[in-house]
């Protein structure tokens, strides 16, 4: 159960977090590539650039994580409240990329802690943006190391979101 003092310095770390979302950028975005494609671009570049710039699948980060901890497969899904099946399709499927409040529920599971998390979700396709009022629950819930599915969900409905399950 969440206590009043730390639900109070979470509704502070939301307004504070999203108060820093409102600022403008004047500059533009600038974009430097040290690669430039063209049709005249030969296969084998291509190739090599993947080869040197692709990082571990989702899967691959999550079951690594997993082995670190030295963790059993059904510690970790029924910690994050997954159905066994669901957790079997992550496992078994190689390009399989489950929901993001699956990703953050396995993060929760794992008790990682915020950069661990984001590295996750980044294998995944997603972040934790600091705009949005339920990615900065989840952020502040990592950094105060509050792991229950539980208590992440009391935070997020004390913000009237939706739950991770």
């Given at each position: ?11 502070e770390?939301v307004e504070?977090?999203l108060?820093?979302s ?15 494609l ?6 084998y ?11 571990p ?8 994580l ?10 970790v ?5 997954i159905?066994r099946?669901h ?7 190689a ?21 661990q998390?984001e590295q ?8 934790l ?5 339920f ?9 105060k ?5 539980d208590?992440?969900n009391?935070a997020l ?7 991770l399950?």
């Amino acid at each position: 159960m969440l206590t009043e003092k730390l639900l109070k310095e979470l509704q502070e770390y939301v307004e504070k977090g999203l108060q820093k979302s409102i600022c403008v950028y004047k500059s533009p975005i600038i974009i430097e590539a040290d690669y430039c494609l063209s049709e005249s671009i030969a296969p084998y570049e291509l190739e090599g650039f993947i080869r040197d710039h692709q990082k571990p699948s989702f899967r691959e980060v999550l079951f690594t994580l997993i082995d670190k901890k030295e963790l059993k497969d059904a510690e970790v899904y029924k910690k994050a409240e997954i159905d066994r099946r669901h957790f079997s399709k992550i496992r078994s499927k190689a390009d399989y990329l489950p929901k993001k409040h699956t990703v953050i529920a396995l993060a929760f599971a794992l008790t990682l802690n915020v950069k661990q998390a984001e590295q996750l979700l980044c294998a995944a396709g997603y972040s934790l943006s600091e705009h949005e009022t339920f990615d900065l629950v989840i952020r502040f819930c990592l950094e105060k190391k509050i792991h229950d599915i539980d208590d992440v969900n009391s935070a997020l409905h004390y913000f009237s979101l939706q739950p991770l399950f």
